[in-house]
């Protein structure tokens, strides 16, 4: 059996200000105190976490935390991604662009105009992504690649032979 994991004894300071944290208005704040708290007076993980409503796996994170960086545990860090991967890789980005210069016809599909949600399934059936991508992921690639995305716009015509003269010169 694991020995279980306890937060390393705390110095006055640090008690004082765990303590102090247990009254603190931000939830954050307040869970982290609790938990190095509890595992300082010698609960185990699963205890802790049964009682505060978390997982093992946060209240062991929370430890090894503190453990590493002391009252730094009680600031929110950042939730972006230090390193992120790009859904379509250079070569696949410019078969997807390549692909919007073609119509959605010759791919199957039922209208003529591009949707940023219809690009997105397309490519996906094509093989230039390994799972169905959001249409964002889809406008930031575009974006990558300097290509601009503007939603399709359906122009009001009208059959009167001098629509566009009386469109132009500003008199119905």
């Known amino acids: ?3 279980p994991i306890f937060v ?5 300071d640090e008690r004082k ?5 247990l ?3 931000e939830a954050f704040v307040l869970r982290r105190c609790q938990i190095v708290l509890a595992s300082a007076r010698g609960e185990h993980i699963s205890a802790i976490a049964r009682h505060l409503g978390c997982s093992d796996e946060t209240v062991r994170e929370v430890i ?3 453990d590493q960086y002391g009252m730094q545990v009680l600031i929110a860090q950042s939730r972006r991604p230090k390193k992120i991967q790009a ?9 997807l662009k390549d692909l919007l210069h073609h119509s959605p016809r010759e791919y199957g599909q039922p209208t003529s105009l591009w949707t940023l949600e219809l690009a ?6 094509q093989g230039l992504t390994a799972e169905r991508v959001s249409d964002e992921t889809i406008r930031a690639t575009l974006a990558r690649l300097g290509v ?7 122009w009001i015509t009208s059959p009167d032979p001098e629509y566009e003269r009386k469109k132009s010169s500003g008199t119905a």
Do not use: C, I, Y
């Not at 859904?87 to 078969?95: H, I, L, T, V």
């Not at 997105?120 to 059936?125: D, I, L, P, R």
């Not at 601009?148 to 359906?154: N, T, V």
């Open 64 to 66: 090894h935390r503190f």
């Open 17 to 21: 200000g765990l303590e102090g944290g």
């Open 120 to 125: 997105a399934e397309v490519s996906f059936a």
């Open 148 to 154: 601009p995305w503007k939603r399709a716009k359906h």
């Open 23 to 25: 009254h603190s208005p």
């Open 87 to 95: 859904a379509f890789p250079p070569a696949q980005a410019e078969r």
């Open 1 to 3: 059996m694991k020995e």
């Open 8 to 12: 390393r004894t705390l110095t006055d």
